[in-house]
C-alpha cells in the first residue's frame, strides 16, 4: 500500500490520468485506490480483470453471400469466405471470384442452342435444324394448244424437331430454267399456279424469235412460323401457259430443273 | 448432318402431279415411305404427299422424256420447214417489190411480221 509516512491526514498529491482514476484520501481508513475506469458506450468491452485489461472479442454476422468467422485475435482470425450455390460453377481463386463451366455436353440442347468454346465462352447459336431441297423436272406441255398447263409440282413438309421453341422456315423457290422457240405472233408467260407469280413472259411478233432464261430466284421470304413439334408443308406448282396457237407444231420448248429450299432454323 | 435423297410425287387438290426428287436433312424419327395425309398448305390447296421408289420416278420419266424427245423433233422438223418457207417468201417478196407486182397475202403478212407491223 502506497504511504506518505504521514500521519492521520496525509498531504500527499495523488493524481489520476485519463482513464486511470485515483480514489480515497491516503487516510489509513480510506486509502487511495487506483483503478481504469471503462466507458460503457465503447463499441468493443473492456473490462478490468486481475490478470489486467481484457477486450471482448469481435463479434460477427454472416450474411446470405458471405460467410465471416473469428473474433480478431491472433489465434482466431477474422475471416470471410464466400457461400456458393451450387457449388462448381463459381468458386474462390487465388486471384478472386471466378466461374468454372462445365463441359459442354452438360449442357441442355449444348452444340444446338449453347456453344460453350474454351474457358468461359458461351455463345448462342442459331442452328439450322431442318433443311431440305426439291429438285423437279418439266412435264412434257402441248405448244400447240392455248392453255396453261403444269410443267411441275413441288411439296415438302418441314417439321419442327424441338418440343420448346419456335421454328422458322424461309422458302427459296427457284423457276425452270427454259429455252423457247416460238413461231409468229405468240406469247407464253412461266407462273405459278393462278397466276399468283409471273416469273417470266415473252411475245413473239416475226417470223420466229428465241428466248432463254435460267433459273432464277422468284420467291424468297415470308419467313414460316411453325410452333413446337408442329410441321409445315409448302408446294409450288410452276405453270406454262401459251396464249395462242399460233406457230402450231413449230414451236419448241425445252425447261431445266426447277428448285425448291426450305430451310428451317431455330431463333 | 447426314443427308438422304429420296422420290415422291404430290397430290394437289386431287390432282396427281410429275414425281420430283427431294434431298432431306435426316433427322431419322420421320418415316419416308407411303402416303401422308391430305394437309392444307400454305397456298389453302389441299396436298397429300407419296413417297415412291427410284425405278417408279424413272419409269416415269423415261416415258415422259421419249414424249418431250418426239416434241422436240417434231418442233425441229417443223421449224425447219418454216424457215425454208421463209426464205422463199423473203425471195419472191424481194422480187415482187423491186418489180412493183403485187404481193399475196401470205407474203404481206410475212413483210408485215419481219418489220414487226
Given at each position: 500500500m502506497a504511504r506518505c509516512g504521514c500521519g492521520g491526514t496525509c498531504n500527499c498529491t495523488v493524481q489520476g490520468s485519463g482513464a486511470f482514476v485515483i480514489s480515497g484520501t491516503g487516510d489509513q481508513n480510506d486509502p487511495y485506490v487506483g483503478s481504469i475506469n471503462t466507458n460503457p458506450?465503447?463499441?468493443?468491452?473492456?473490462?478490468?480483470?486481475?490478470?489486467?485489461?481484457?477486450?471482448?472479442?469481435?463479434?460477427?454476422?454472416?450474411?446470405?453471400?458471405?460467410?465471416?468467422?473469428?473474433?480478431?485475435?491472433?489465434?482466431?482470425?477474422?475471416?470471410?469466405?464466400?457461400?456458393?450455390?451450387?457449388t462448381g460453377l463459381l468458386s474462390c481463386g487465388v486471384n478472386g471470384l471466378k466461374v468454372e463451366l462445365p463441359a459442354s455436353t452438360s449442357y441442355p440442347n449444348a452444340g444446338r442452342l449453347i456453344n460453350v468454346s474454351g474457358t468461359y465462352q458461351i455463345s448462342v447459336k442459331y442452328p439450322l435444324v431442318a433443311y431440305t431441297t426439291v429438285t423437279a423436272s418439266a412435264a412434257?406441255?402441248?405448244?400447240?394448244?392455248?392453255?396453261?398447263?403444269?410443267?411441275?409440282?413441288?411439296?415438302a413438309t418441314l417439321t419442327n424437331p424441338s418440343s420448346t421453341e419456335i421454328m422458322y422456315v424461309l422458302p427459296i423457290l427457284q423457276s425452270h430454267s427454259f429455252e423457247w422457240t416460238m413461231v409468229n405472233v405468240n406469247a407464253w408467260y412461266l407462273q405459278t399456279a393462278g397466276g399468283t407469280n409471273m416469273i417470266a413472259a415473252f411475245t413473239s411478233t416475226g417470223a420466229g424469235e428465241y428466248f432463254g432464261m435460267g433459273s432464277i430466284n422468284f420467291y424468297t421470304g415470308s419467313v414460316i412460323s411453325v410452333a413446337a413439334g408442329a410441321s409445315t408443308t409448302l408446294s409450288v406448282?410452276?405453270?406454262?401457259?401459251?396464249?395462242?396457237?399460233?406457230?402450231?407444231g413449230?414451236?419448241?420448248a425445252s425447261f431445266g430443273a426447277a428448285r425448291m429450299i426450305l430451310m428451317g432454323w431455330i431463333v | 448432318m447426314k443427308y438422304r435423297t429420296i422420290y415422291a410425287r404430290t397430290t394437289v387438290n386431287g390432282e396427281v402431279q410429275?414425281?420430283?426428287?427431294q434431298e432431306i436433312l435426316d433427322n431419322g424419327s420421320t418415316d419416308y415411305t407411303g402416303s401422308t395425309l391430305p394437309t392444307v398448305d400454305q397456298n389453302g390447296d389441299s396436298v397429300?404427299?407419296?413417297?415412291?421408289?427410284?425405278r417408279t420416278y424413272d419409269e416415269f420419266w423415261n416415258k415422259e422424256n421419249k414424249i418431250i424427245e418426239k416434241y422436240a423433233e417434231e418442233a425441229e422438223k417443223n421449224q425447219k420447214e418454216v424457215e425454208k418457207l421463209?426464205?422463199?417468201?423473203?425471195?419472191?417478196?424481194?422480187?415482187?417489190?423491186?418489180?412493183?407486182?403485187?404481193l399475196t397475202e401470205e407474203e404481206a403478212k410475212f413483210v408485215a411480221g419481219s418489220l414487226d407491223l
Open positions: 458506450a465503447s463499441p468493443l468491452p473492456i473490462s478490468s480483470t486481475p490478470s489486467g485489461l481484457t477486450v471482448a472479442g469481435v463479434q460477427v454476422q454472416s450474411s446470405n453471400c458471405i460467410t465471416l468467422t473469428g473474433n480478431g485475435s491472433t489465434a482466431s482470425p477474422l475471416a470471410a469466405a464466400p457461400r456458393l450455390d451450387p412434257a406441255v402441248n405448244l400447240a394448244s392455248a392453255t396453261t398447263q403444269n410443267l411441275s409440282t413441288m411439296s406448282t410452276q405453270q406454262l401457259r401459251v396464249r395462242t396457237t399460233s406457230g402450231s413449230s414451236n419448241a | 410429275p414425281p420430283y426428287v397429300s404427299i407419296e413417297y415412291i421408289s427410284k421463209n426464205e422463199k417468201l423473203k425471195a419472191s417478196v424481194v422480187k415482187k417489190l423491186v418489180s412493183g407486182e403485187k
